[in-house]
């Protein structure tokens, strides 16, 4: 059974940085599409950001580009979320998603295309 395991999260003042990271245990990730959700109260889980296993492809939701990056390192078998500039609306609980043995290049951008999740890291930032 594949486990994701994020870490990363924290408590920061806007404006600041924070780099998530997630890696899965009981398999390598080099062959899995990867993406990175976020949920807050009230709100439905949204994806923020997502990469092709080959790492040529990325998707980014509107209100964090220019901002976020993500990115993968398949030799450490991770997969991380750069976050800059930060603001109180991005706080949320933050949560990485794989999936297995798609096209190099094929990005997922539902929720529903994703058969592993972590368990979520808080991501709080205060004005």
Same mark, same amino acid.
């Given at each position: 059974?594949?486990?994701?395991?994020?870490?990363?999260?924290?408590?920061?003042?806007?404006?600041?940085?924070? #780099?998530?990271?997630?890696?899965?245990?009981?398999?390598?990730?080099? +062959?899995?599409?990867?993406?990175?959700? #976020?949920?807050?109260?009230?709100?439905? #889980?949204?994806?923020?950001?997502?990469?092709?296993?080959?790492?040529?492809? #990325?998707?980014?939701?509107?209100?964090?580009?220019?901002?976020?990056?993500?990115?993968?390192? +398949?030799?450490? +078998?991770?997969?991380?979320?750069?976050? +800059?500039?930060?603001?109180?609306?991005?706080?949320?609980?933050?949560?990485?998603?794989?999936?297995?043995?798609?096209?190099?290049?094929?990005?997922?951008?539902?929720?529903?295309?994703?058969?592993?999740?972590?368990?979520?890291?808080?991501?709080?930032?205060?004005?």
């Amino acid at each position: 059974q594949v486990q994701l395991v994020e870490s990363g999260g924290g408590l920061v003042q806007a404006g600041d940085s924070l #780099r998530l990271s997630c890696a899965p245990s009981g398999r390598t990730f080099s +062959n899995a599409c990867a993406g990175w959700f #976020r949920q807050s109260p009230g709100k439905e #889980r949204e994806l923020v950001a997502a990469i092709s296993w080959s790492g040529g492809r #990325r998707y980014y939701a509107d209100s964090v580009k220019g901002r976020f990056t993500i990115s993968r390192d +398949n030799a450490k +078998n991770t997969v991380y979320l750069q976050m +800059n500039s930060l603001k109180p609306e991005d706080t949320a609980v933050y949560y990485c998603a794989a999936d297995f043995y798609h096209a190099p290049e094929f990005i997922a951008k539902s929720s529903g295309e994703y058969a592993y999740w972590g368990q979520g890291t808080q991501v709080t930032v205060a004005s």
